[in-house]
């Protein structure tokens, strides 16, 4: 059973730049949350997706946008990259939306914007 | 504004010993309340939760208690084993949803055999 997978695991991105980056939800999930977790920080809920459409959104700028594609897989894109978006970009999956359901999360995108 | 408070950046102990982890937050709006640990190159990973409604939750060699008066929790450890060195990450969430979590900074657990 394949947990979450996220990719790429590591980019480097120049100032003004996008990112695209990628997630997979574990087996049976149909919903997906991103995070952000820059260094010697917990992770900050970005935004997250449920039947393609974005259900919740944490306080980033419009900069930051995502995808929730039919088979629940989810893009995060980042434009006009900052020195600041340097971080770990990770994806958690869960089923619905409810209070109930553990988070699971992949091992993250580490990105670094130069 | 940082809404939960992980104080300690890390933690030292001798293998056999407990453990200690403690978080504190601010929102009391907060009605779920999460441990996460965190190995490096690896996502963070759940490990036991407490509900508003309780003030203690056990599970094998952890244990987390929630003091609602004082706006704090811990999570006990024991024995602590080598393999319990990690990030432990407290967290919050409010309401109905499960996705939406508030995350500490973390502390570093040290184990030493």
Request: with cysteine; glycine share 10%; aromatic share 12%.
């Amino acid at each position: 059973d394949a947990g979450v997978t996220q990719s790429p695991t590591h980019l480097i991105k120049t100032r003004g730049q996008q990112v695209t980056l990628r997630c997979s939800p574990k087996s049976g999930h149909d919903t997906v949350s991103w995070y952000q977790q820059a260094l010697g920080q917990g992770p900050q809920f970005i935004f997250q997706y449920y039947e393609e459409e974005e259900r919740q959104r944490g306080n980033f700028p419009d900069r930051f946008s995502g995808h929730q594609f039919p088979n629940y897989s989810s893009e995060l894109n980042v434009n006009a990259l900052l020195l600041g978006d340097s971080a770990l970009y990770l994806c958690a999956s869960s089923f619905g939306t409810g209070p109930y359901g553990e988070l699971f999360f992949g091992e993250g995108s580490r990105l670094t914007v130069l | 504004d940082q809404q939960v408070k992980q104080n300690s950046p890390s933690l030292s102990v001798q293998e056999g010993r407990i453990s200690i982890l403690n978080c504190d937050y601010t929102n009391s709006m907060f009605d779920y309340f999460l441990w996460y640990k965190k190995y490096p190159a690896e996502g963070p990973t759940f490990l036991i939760s407490i509900s508003s409604i309780k003030d203690k939750n056990e599970d094998g060699r952890f244990t987390v208690f929630l003091n609602k008066s004082a706006k704090h929790l811990s999570l006990h450890i024991v024995p602590s084993q080598p393999g319990d060195s990690a990030v432990y990450f407290c967290a919050a969430r409010r309401g109905g949803s499960n996705y939406k979590l508030t995350f500490g900074k973390g502390t570093l657990l040290t184990v030493n055999p």
